[in-house]
């Protein structure tokens, strides 16, 4: 029981003593509004960044936007020299504080915050400068100590805000990706329309299909080794929706390039069957160009170049069908082709003995002086 009653009083002298002492503290509390314009007193060095929104938003040459918080004035007057202490809670950005659609508030964040702190009694007024680093978008706390113990002040005020913002390298680099970003979307876009000329049954077009089908991929490749999603928050703020864009890109790529390597498989033999025919109704020119074209879907396809020799002997171009049966018989089994390889190169030989008799013939030799 005497424990207890001797607990209670210490209890009792504690609030008693503690009571007197928080009466000598005041505090005062002051919401800011400040406006960040170009010109403004409040910004002086904030130019760059309000030209660059002012770009982005689309509002040139000028824009504006406001950064909120509270202070915090406590006075201790128990000392016969006040004490002031001054507290901020974080800055919050607010108005144009976008570019093109992304948020620049952490870009934004200035790197100082310049203010007085007035001291008001009978109509007079006198101002002491505060100057505070801002770290991590929040102000650091301000002190000052009155060496004037006989004007004591009644009344006071936080005033003349002056923000000062550091250099703005981080935030021209963002503005340099955020750029990029539109720009590449405009690729994709692009490769997008390319896409949709990309015709696999148009074989005759196939030397378009087979170059946008690349190009294509090649838009696309470029645009995913950017990854923009490690600079830009593009999970949460995608204003192009470039990821929704590169998905359906991918969707339709896919489908493209399955369709044209399924066309693709066979090509060389659909070039090859026509060119066929065309040789049969003995249409050369025509003939050559489709045994050409299975060439060049399928360079091993030697077929293709037993024809162009067949058509290179019948327009009389000896020494183009020796060099494609020499290729052809280094390409082929002897056993498939040495019945070709002899007849074509047979025929070559003869032919050529003719022209080389016929003209041995004609010449004339004059007789010899005896």
């Known amino acids: 029981m005497r424990t207890t009653f001797c607990t209670f009083l210490l209890l009792f002298a504690f609030i008693h003593h503690a009571l007197p002492q928080n009466q000598f503290i005041k505090e005062y509390r002051f919401p800011q509004k400040i406006t960040i314009a170009d010109g403004n007193p409040s910004s002086p060095n904030a130019s760059v960044f309000i030209y660059k929104l002012a770009e982005g938003n689309g509002k040139t040459p000028r824009t504006s936007f406001t950064i909120e918080f509270e202070q915090q004035l406590l006075v201790n007057t128990r000392e016969v020299n006040h004490v ?8 919050r950005l607010k108005g144009d504080i976008e570019y ?40 650091e706390n301000g002190s000052y100590n009155n060496p004037d113990s006989v004007n004591e002040f009644n009344n006071y005020d936080l005033v003349n805000h002056v923000f000062r913002f550091g250099n703005s390298n981080a935030f021209e680099n963002k503005i340099k990706i955020i750029n990029n970003y539109f720009a590449q979307i405009g690729v994709l876009d692009q490769g997008f329309a390319l896409l949709q000329t990309v015709q696999p049954e148009q074989v ?11 190009l294509a991929e090649k838009y696309l ?4 080794a950017m990854r923009f999603e490690n600079s830009l928050p593009l999970a ?3 204003p192009g929706r470039m990821l929704d864009k590169i998905n359906t890109y991918k969707t339709v790529l896919f489908q493209k390039r399955a369709a044209m390597d399924q066309v693709w498989s066979t090509l060389h033999m659909n070039f090859y069957d026509r060119g066929v025919y065309q040789l049969k109704r003995n249409n050369l020119p025509r003939a050559r160009e489709f045994f050409l074209w299975s ?7 030697s077929p293709s170049l037993l024809q162009l020799a067949i058509i290179d002997f019948k327009t009389g171009d000896l020494h183009e069908t020796v060099c494609k049966q020499m290729i052809f018989y280094i390409a082929c089994p002897p056993i498939l082709n040495q019945r070709h390889d ?16 016929a003209t041995y013939h004609k010449k004339r030799f004059q007789k010899s002086i005896g």
């Open 100 to 139: 093109r659609g992304f948020d620049m508030s952490n870009e934004l964040v200035p790197a100082s915050l310049e203010y007085n702190l007035r001291l008001k009694r009978n109509g007079i007024f006198r101002d002491v400068p505060v100057s505070v680093s801002v770290i991590e978008g929040k102000p």
């Open 236 to 238: 949460t703020d995608d």
């Open 84 to 91: 002031f202490k001054i507290s901020s809670g974080s800055l």
């Open 342 to 357: 002899l007849f074509l190169t047979g025929r070559c030989i003869s032919h050529l003995s003719g022209k080389r008799t």
């Open 221 to 224: 490749s470029d645009t995913e």
């Open 204 to 214: 005759d077009n196939f030397r378009n299909n087979q170059r946008n089908l690349v």
């Open 295 to 301: 060439l060049e879907v399928n360079p091993l396809f």
